[in-house]
């Protein structure tokens, strides 16, 4: 790819888009370069509607540029916005933030890729919908459809389980709509996702054959009633224990939504900030003491080696048999909070009331340190998340900040899937925290029961991206720690920009199989070279 060919992609893109939505020379383009990996980027394109990305692919084909797609650029700790190799015009769906339709008969939402969690939740509510959406626990500025696309996971269930009727740019130019959308008065094109015909839904997550400009995307009627169990083990070596509890649990189907499992570093680094921030405003001083003071309440109140947080949905019958069985399979090793609408509320009232007294203004404390994460269970998106990014990195000065890209604070991740068996999960867990003990990092871990027979493990990697010999060290522990989960077989469902060489290999069938279907669908190789595929 020559500088002329650039050239002539970038004039002709300034003609066929706005004036603003062209981005190009070294200046403008040093924020594409800010987060711990750096890519050589051409520029950056934002279109607002389906047929400008036409017009964008069509440009790339003609020049052969590459394009690398991103919904809002938040993928942090697996390469943010930055494109898996250099040269890529980066193309920023975040201005394409329509909401098309929201059904609440069939719980359904239809949405642009800018389309954020925070966006959908406030339509939903603004227009009192009996509906409720798979969050995830990352910020609520996160795209729905840029999330999924990687196959995340949130609190009820994978995200790439319900997305369906997908609008696609596909490299050669073409556009399809999948499963029935390409039927146009088809009435089932949200109702059933497979369509007729071979799925197509599957090749897009994790691919680089298209740019999805618009999908449907599963919501849930909301419950007639809602509990959180929030399960704590003082002792590690319960972990295997608990792990087969939730499984005997979930396989009796007590409940059905996804159980975060996390050890005192993820708890502490999402809860102390919180208790911190209140903390301060109950008129402790900014500063190491009380940043300390945050971390012992939470020693005191029984947050220890690993701690579990359960959303439990139906009717109150359902509620009320799912809490004696939760009761009947942990209360032999493990201390259990239930939590309820009703309950924090009052608990919140009472509690304000009594706050002179020192002990209840303490519990008060706790218990909206915690609500977050209650929030979580129910539906409900929150940017207090991002905090333990910068609590993690000791980046304290930074904790209302927006974007850790713009920060001192680094964070990378890894995420295996581990099999549904508890002295597996141990395992996997010790040696994990050894590999990042080596290089000096301690590893905030949470496994997370997505079925009765799979745990979706994230592991993170805080540091100081001011401190290069530290940098270095927790690229090099990711890359070991990836490297390692290969080799006890335990691949990952995702990885970052630098680890695709893990898990594409020219070897493999699956991979060359990979490779033809791109020759076909995106014959000039333009949508994101090397994301997931040999070319």
Same mark, same amino acid.
């Given at each position: 790819?020559n500088s002329?060919?650039?050239d002539?992609?970038?004039?002709?893109?300034?003609?066929?888009?706005?004036?603003?939505?062209?981005?190009?020379?070294?200046?403008?383009?040093?924020?594409?370069?800010?987060?711990?990996?750096?890519?050589?980027?051409v520029?950056?394109?934002?279109?607002?509607?389906?047929?400008e990305?036409?017009?964008?692919?069509?440009?790339?084909?003609e020049?052969?540029?590459?394009?690398?797609?991103?919904?809002?650029?938040?993928?942090?700790?697996?390469?943010?916005?930055?494109?898996?190799?250099?040269g890529?015009?980066?193309?920023?769906l975040?201005?394409?933030?329509q909401?098309?339709?929201?059904?609440a008969?069939?719980?359904?939402?239809?949405?642009?890729?800018?389309?954020t969690?925070?966006?959908?939740?406030?339509?939903?509510?603004?227009?009192?919908?009996?509906?409720?959406?798979?969050?995830?626990?990352?910020?609520?500025?996160?795209?729905?459809?840029g999330?999924?696309?990687?196959?995340g996971?949130?609190?009820?269930?994978?995200?790439?389980?319900?997305?369906?009727?997908?609008?696609?740019?596909?490299?050669?130019?073409?556009?399809?709509?999948?499963?029935?959308?390409?039927?146009?008065?088809?009435k089932?094109?949200?109702?059933?996702?497979?369509?007729?015909?071979?799925?197509?839904d599957?090749?897009?997550?994790?691919?680089?054959?298209?740019i999805v400009?618009?999908?449907?995307?599963?919501?849930?009627?909301?419950p007639?009633?809602?509990?959180?169990?929030?399960?704590?083990?003082?002792?590690?070596?319960k972990l295997?224990q608990?792990?087969?509890?939730?499984?005997?649990?979930?396989?009796r189907?007590?409940?059905?939504?996804?159980?975060?499992?996390?050890?005192r570093?993820r708890?502490?680094?999402?809860?102390?900030?919180?208790?911190?921030?209140?903390?301060?405003?109950?008129?402790?001083?900014?500063?190491?003491?009380?940043?300390?003071?945050?971390?012992?309440?939470?020693?005191?109140?029984?947050?220890?080696?690993?701690?579990?947080?359960?959303?439990?949905?139906?009717?109150?019958?359902?509620?009320?048999?799912?809490?004696?069985?939760?009761?009947?399979a942990? /209360?032999?090793f *493990?201390?259990?909070?239930?939590?309820?609408? $009703?309950?924090?509320? #009052?608990?919140? %009232? =009472? &509690?304000?009331?009594?706050?002179?007294?020192?002990?209840?203004?303490?519990?008060?404390?706790?218990?909206?340190?915690?609500?977050?994460?209650?929030?979580?269970?129910?539906?409900?998106?929150?940017?207090?998340?991002?905090?333990?990014?910068?609590?993690?990195?000791?980046?304290?000065?930074?904790?209302?900040?927006?974007?850790?890209?713009?920060?001192?604070?680094?964070?990378?991740?890894?995420?295996?899937?581990?099999?549904a068996f508890g002295?597996?999960?141990?395992?996997?867990v010790?040696?994990?925290?050894?590999?990042?003990?080596?290089? /000096?990092?301690? *590893?905030?871990?949470?496994?997370?029961?997505? $079925?009765?027979?799979? #745990?979706?493990? %994230? =592991? &993170?990697?805080?540091?100081?991206?001011?401190?290069?010999?530290?940098?270095?060290?927790?690229?090099?522990?990711?890359?070991e720690?990836?490297?390692?989960?290969?080799?006890?077989g335990?691949?990952?469902?995702r990885?970052g920009?630098?680890?695709?060489?893990?898990?594409?290999?020219e070897?493999?069938?699956?991979?060359?199989?990979?490779?033809?279907?791109?020759?076909?669908?995106?014959?000039?190789?333009?949508?994101a070279?090397?994301?997931?595929?040999?070319?």
């Amino acid at each position: 790819m020559n500088s002329l060919s650039i050239d002539a992609a970038i004039k002709t893109w300034r003609q066929d888009l706005s004036t603003d939505a062209v981005v190009s020379g070294s200046a403008e383009l040093d924020l594409q370069s800010v987060c711990s990996s750096i890519r050589e980027v051409v520029a950056v394109l934002k279109p607002t509607s389906l047929e400008e990305v036409q017009k964008i692919v069509a440009t790339a084909n003609e020049h052969k540029v590459p394009l690398y797609p991103i919904s809002c650029g938040k993928q942090w700790g697996m390469g943010s916005r930055l494109p898996v190799k250099e040269g890529a015009a980066i193309v920023d769906l975040s201005g394409m933030n329509q909401i098309l339709e929201v059904n609440a008969q069939y719980h359904y939402a239809v949405v642009e890729p800018g389309v954020t969690q925070r966006q959908l939740l406030d339509y939903i509510q603004e227009h009192n919908l009996p509906l409720m959406l798979n969050v995830t626990g990352s910020t609520s500025d996160t795209s729905l459809i840029g999330n999924t696309m990687d196959r995340g996971v949130g609190y009820f269930d994978s995200r790439a389980h319900g997305i369906s009727n997908m609008e696609v740019v596909l490299g050669n130019g073409e556009t399809i709509q999948t499963g029935f959308g390409h039927y146009k008065n088809a009435k089932t094109k949200n109702l059933y996702h497979h369509g007729i015909g071979p799925s197509l839904d599957g090749l897009f997550p994790q691919a680089n054959f298209g740019i999805v400009t618009s999908a449907c995307i599963d919501l849930m009627p909301k419950p007639d009633e809602h509990m959180a169990a929030i399960i704590k083990i003082d002792s590690e070596e319960k972990l295997p224990q608990l792990i087969d509890a939730l499984i005997s649990l979930r396989t009796r189907g007590v409940f059905l939504t996804v159980a975060h499992v996390g050890n005192r570093e993820r708890s502490y680094i999402t809860l102390a900030p919180l208790l911190y921030e209140q903390l301060i405003e109950n008129g402790e001083p900014e500063g190491a003491a009380t940043r300390a003071k945050a971390v012992q309440m939470l020693e005191k109140g029984g947050f220890g080696p690993w701690s579990a947080a359960i959303g439990i949905l139906g009717t109150k019958a359902q509620i009320k048999l799912a809490k004696k069985e939760i009761r009947k399979a942990v /209360g032999g090793f *493990a201390k259990t909070l239930f939590l309820n609408d $009703t309950l924090v509320e #009052m608990a919140k %009232v =009472v &509690s304000k009331k009594l706050s002179f007294i020192p002990f209840v203004k303490t519990q008060r404390m706790m218990l909206l340190a915690v609500e977050p994460v209650y929030g979580f269970t129910r539906g409900e998106a929150t940017d207090k998340s991002l905090k333990a990014v910068y609590w993690a990195a000791n980046d304290f000065d930074r904790l209302n900040d927006s974007d850790p890209d713009l920060s001192d604070s680094g964070v990378l991740f890894c995420l295996p899937i581990i099999p549904a068996f508890g002295k597996t999960v141990f395992e996997v867990v010790s040696d994990t925290r050894e590999t990042f003990a080596r290089y /000096g990092f301690d *590893a905030a871990i949470t496994v997370n029961l997505m $079925t009765t027979k799979a #745990m979706e493990g %994230v =592991v &993170s990697l805080a540091f100081d991206r001011r401190d290069t010999a530290q940098t270095e060290k927790a690229h090099a522990c990711i890359q070991e720690m990836e490297a390692r989960y290969m080799e006890q077989g335990y691949p990952p469902y995702r990885v970052g920009i630098n680890s695709m060489h893990h898990v594409v290999h020219e070897d493999d069938s699956f991979w060359r199989t990979v490779r033809d279907l791109k020759k076909v669908l995106d014959p000039n190789g333009i949508i994101a070279p090397g994301r997931y595929n040999l070319c």
